[in-house]
């Protein structure tokens, strides 16, 4: 995997548009890893304990962060003697055979991972279909909280252990006493970095009303700062998820909140699935954007 940086951070470029800063912090990541992996498997030992209660593993991974989460998801359950059912992301084909040809071509068995596609129409019927299946005894799940709502309900029926990661709504507090040009620069990566789809994105700051004017003027500076140009405005994954966002400032907005003014024109180099950072001040419970 480290040998392929390059080849790998394309195919995260042409199916998620993730830059080279994102690239190569999910390349790191998961090459640390997997190092960190292989030096936690000694004997056997836990393998062979393992492999007599699960024997087929089922990972359903998300497209946002493909190699860590979709190596991470596996790995464990490979190395410990298990037979692993990848499904990938339907919107990052290219990113989850990689992750299947680099172990490949490392010298994994034919058979231990199987790499498993479909279209979105049929997200939902294969699934299920997955997690209901006799030979599958475990579950892992990275994704959404409404579909591992469902994900789990269905495991529970089949009485199947379930390990899942989902969204969040995470927030940063920003005290009088704060270093603000730090914590608006840290505040900035952590909202907008691979376009704010990351499960654990900056969504909501919380700063202390002393301070708040200034804050606000130091992040909308870091944003124009990193996000200025046509090639650096954010790109999300789907058009669908652009509409989604721009409802979401739609609704807030006529509820009563403000779009903090970066750019002057705030909506230059938008595309369908280009958005710019956006800032949205006064934001209240009763407002869509807020859970």
Known sequence: MDRRRAELGEYMHHE?????????????????????????IAGAITGATLESIYQVVLRIAPWNAPYNLGLRSVLFALATGN?????????????????????REAGLPD???NLLFHSPAEAAST???LVSHLLVKKINFTGSTGVGRIISATAGKHLKPILME??????AIVLKDADLEQA??????GAFLNAGQICMSTERIIVHE??????????????????????????????????????????AISKGAYQVKIFGDEYAHETETKIRPVVLGNVKKNMDIYS
């Open 111 to 113: 058979g231990y991972l």
């Open 127 to 129: 699934i299920d279909s």
């Open 184 to 189: 608006a620069r840290h505040c900035v990566q």
């Open 166 to 171: 989902l969204g969040g709504k995470a927030s």
């Open 16 to 40: 998620i548009s993730a830059n080279k800063f994102y690239q190569d912090f999910i390349l790191r990541v998961t090459i640390e890893g997997l190092r960190d992996t292989a030096g936690r």
């Open 210 to 251: 002393s301070i708040a004017s200034e804050f606000q003027d130091l992040l909308s500076h870091v944003i124009r700062k990193n996000f200025g140009t046509a090639y650096d405005t954010p790109a999300v994954v789907t058009s669908a998820s652009a509409s989604r966002n721009r409802d979401l400032i739609s609704d």
């Open 83 to 103: 037979t692993t059912i990848l499904k990938g992301s339907e919107y990052i084909p290219r990113c989850y055979w990689a992750i299947y040809d680099v172990l």
